[in-house]
């Protein structure tokens, strides 16, 4: 529509430009420590001392509980003692099968005497592989008795205290250990989105997106540090009907605690083919349904049916009814009716402002 004296409106415009637009999934997450070890006693005893303070970080084979290691020394002293004997009753019984070996070749003795005899010195040989390992027993469970930390990490308070009595069958753990650099994260999808997204991936209707997860605490605040999707379960809760998927984070500075509930924002695919545009551009039906206006090849206005059902930051992804080199009119839309001749300028151009007549001024 022409404005007067002629003059044609004048509208902004962009070109529609196909890319691989990035399709966001955000899920309701929570974090899971790296490791978690719950400290446990292998032997039976009386705890004597506490090493550690509780919330500190411990190092894999630091002390821990110091159990009462008497009843073990003297385990070991007494293997110890009867290894000594087994080694000398060893001896002397080689020593008399020895003897025994040249008078039975010049029938002195009976040949059945130094069978027995080579007998007894090969059952004193046993004996001594015997007491060795009733030896390294006994001194795996003196060692026992000083319970370490089996991984590195920030360790929980004491759940035992010095004065009480454990044993190597009791449920109860003495300490949690669980290390929280790096951090996982476990998200929930529902198992039919799963599921379409697979089926999209497989008919083309998506490609593959990034792996790379940000997260959004609970205080709405954004982790800085970025992610990675490690894997699906193969499996649906039955409960809840979702799928969990697994991603890790560096979590140098401990801010993500074991337990927290987090959203968990990554580009799960991409959707090729399809088009920014800016949300201002975007027009609706009294129905919901979504057009934009285009520059025709004849100079005017021409109204475009589309598809556009998400946004991404300021655009509107739209994904049927636009095709690479359309001329989507952004700019000077007020108004603007289908048929409507316009003069098209890309939509950065600078507009001349014409300076008012003296007429004007001077009203």
């Known amino acids: 529509m022409a404005g007067k004296g002629g003059k044609e409106t004048t509208v902004g415009y962009i070109v529609a430009q196909p890319s691989s637009v990035p399709v966001p999934v955000t899920l309701s997450a929570r974090t899971v420590a790296f490791q978690t070890s719950e400290v446990r006693p292998q032997v039976a005893g009386v705890i004597k001392k506490i ?11 630091e002390p821990l509980f110091q159990i009462d290691p008497s009843l073990y020394r003297a ?13 000398a009753s ?17 029938e002195a003795v009976a040949k059945q005497d130094y069978t027995d005899a080579l007998a007894d010195a090969r059952v004193a040989k046993a004996a001594i592989a015997q007491n060795a390992a009733t030896l390294d027993t006994a001194r795996i469970n003196l060692r026992f008795a000083t319970v370490p930390a089996p991984i590195s990490g920030t360790i929980g308070r004491n759940l ?35 599921m379409a997204l697979r089926r999209q991936l497989r008919t083309g209707g998506v490609e593959p997106g990034s792996a790379e997860v940000r997260l959004k605490l609970d205080d709405g605040s954004e982790y800085p540090l970025p992610g990675t999707v490690k894997f699906s379960e193969v499996t649906v809760d039955q409960d809840t009907g979702t799928v969990t998927l697994r991603a890790q984070f560096p979590n140098p500075d401990g801010v993500l605690l074991p337990g927290m509930f987090v959203s968990a924002v990554f580009n799960q695919a ?26 025709g090849s004849d100079g ?24 690479a080199g359309d001329k989507i009119i952004v700019q000077g839309l007020n108004g603007l009716r289908q048929g409507t001749a316009v003069k098209a300028v890309p939509a950065e151009t600078p507009q001349k402002v014409e300076k008012p007549s003296a007429a004007k001024q001077g009203g």
């Open 300 to 323: 005017k206005v021409a109204r475009r049916n589309v598809e556009a059902n998400r946004t991404l930051k300021a655009n509107s992804v739209v994904t049927n009814g636009l095709k």
């Open 160 to 194: 035992s205290t010095v004065g009480a009595l454990v044993s190597a069958s009791q449920t109860d753990a003495l300490a949690v250990i669980q290390r929280t650099d790096p951090m996982y994260v476990d998200m929930q999808q529902s198992a039919s989105e799963l």
């Open 75 to 87: 385990a070991v002293n007494e293997a110890s003692a009867n290894l000594a004997s087994a080694k």
């Open 270 to 295: 991409n959707s090729p083919g399809a088009f920014l545009v800016p949300q201002g551009a975007i027009q609706r039906d009294f129905d919901g349904s979504a057009y934009i206006m285009v520059v």
């Open 51 to 61: 090493y550690f303070t509780p919330g500190t970080t411990v190092r894999a084979g």
């Open 90 to 106: 060893a001896a002397a019984a080689q020593a008399k099968a020895d003897r025994y070996k040249p008078l039975a070749d010049m």
